[in-house]
């Protein structure tokens, strides 16, 4: 029984001193011990080779936005003369059906006054040609049939102006003026050997998609001119010698509007080409009677976005051209259209063409 006290009271003790110590040892540590240890060591460069940077911190950040951009203007108002166009296209068209409409959009205006430009040389007109002549002969002294390739709908994307860059010269180029379509964009084709023209904004009997400033024969005579004036001041400077209408079956109807507009080109020594969207179009008559060079559209290349179908249209323009002497063929910048032109300019001389921008053609027929 006096064994069993004594153990447990020494039990008892050997706890109580070690709480006390765990108690004393807590409340006043030892520097010692909880001292951190300290220790250098010498790394190797990190190899960052073959680690691609993140998307944005490249130079494709800014491409990417400005692609989005051009991709949303494309998607509202790019290939809007397809409202007018009818998908049975002939080889030889004088009489065209309204094309297929394009969503409505409100029209836009932007008020300027008129001015009086300072008259461009006529020889101005064929010094950016790759085919300028001054020589005035007669088709019959041609030793090829020519063809002039209008490309459309250009400005709204950059890069569909880069893809037309690539395509053989000399080709025409009709520019928007709204939209991303800019100075810098026409510059680009003009020094690499394009010719280029305003694509003219113009209403259509159809309801369609109206492109920003579009010309109604409604307007007033000094609000039209106004109004065209502004559009040929967005590209001044950029050696536009001539224009062509965008749409515009309605407007090219009237006498009074397409004198409005025939007036100014007088001014300007500008010719226009009638992309003959009406067989009603009195363009002809009025640019003769002012003595404005007039020339119109033969074949519409790609009603119907098939390489196929638009390469038949390049053989329908090559007949009309054999058979006249000249052809006007006008298409846009889709990819099917593009590459069927590339593909189609290859066998130029076997089939006895030569492909001159519009401005040759009218030294030849005025």
């Known amino acids: 029984m006096k064994k069993s006290v004594i153990f447990i009271f020494v039990l008892l003790a050997i706890i109580a001193a070690e709480t006390w110590a765990l108690f004393h ?7 010692v011990e909880y001292a951190f240890d300290e220790q250098e060591y010498d790394l190797p460069p990190p190899n960052l080779q073959g680690i691609k940077p993140f998307l944005f911190e490249t130079q494709w950040a800014d491409e990417i936005g400005a692609t989005l951009d051009e991709l949303q203007a494309v998607v509202e108002g790019s290939f809007q003369d397809l409202s007018e166009q009818s998908s049975n296209n002939p080889p030889v068209i004088e009489n065209k059906d309204e094309r297929t409409p394009q969503k409505d959009e409100p029209l836009s205006f932007t008020e300027t006054k008129i001015k009086t430009p300072d008259p461009v040389k006529p ?14 002969r007669s088709f019959a002294a041609e030793a090829k049939a020519l063809v002039a ?44 050997g394009f010719e280029v023209i305003l694509h003219t904004p113009m209403m259509p ?6 492109a920003p400033n579009t010309l109604s024969p409604e307007m007033e ?33 009237s006498k009074k509007a397409m004198t409005a507009i025939v007036e100014v080109l007088k001014q300007k020594n500008m010719f226009f080409l009638d992309s003959k969207t009406s067989s009603k179009s009195v363009a002809r008559s009025v640019c003769r009677t002012y003595g404005v060079p007039y020339i119109s559209r033969d074949i519409f290349l790609d009603n119907e976005k098939d390489y196929g179908k638009i390469m038949q249209q390049f053989a329908a323009t090559e007949r009309v051209a054999k058979k006249r002497g000249y052809a006007v063929a006008i298409g846009h910048p889709y990819p099917q259209t593009l590459r069927a032109l590339k593909d189609w300019e290859k066998n130029l001389d076997a089939h006895n063409i030569k492909l001159v921008p519009l401005s040759y053609l009218l030294q030849r027929i005025n």
């Not at 040892?25 to 520097?31: C, D, T, V, Y």
């Not at 020889?123 to 005035?136: F, G, H, K, R, W």
């Not at 209008?150 to 000399?170: C, M, R, W, Y």
């Open 25 to 31: 040892h807590s409340r006043h540590p030892s520097p």
């Open 123 to 136: 020889a101005e007109v064929l010094q950016n040609t790759d085919v300028a002549t001054s020589e005035s």
């Open 149 to 192: 390739v209008v490309i459309d709908d250009v400005g709204l994307s950059i890069p569909f102006t880069n893809q037309i860059a690539q395509i053989e010269k000399p080709v025409t180029v009709a520019f928007l003026p709204y939209g991303a379509s800019n100075k810098n964009q026409v510059m680009k084709l003009k020094n690499a």
């Open 205 to 210: 009997h159809v309801k369609a998609s109206l």
């Open 221 to 253: 005579y000094d609000d039209l001119q106004n109004r065209f004036n502004a559009m040929l001041d967005r590209f001044a400077g950029t050696g536009m010698y001539g224009i062509n209408n965008h749409m515009g079956s309605k407007f090219t109807e």
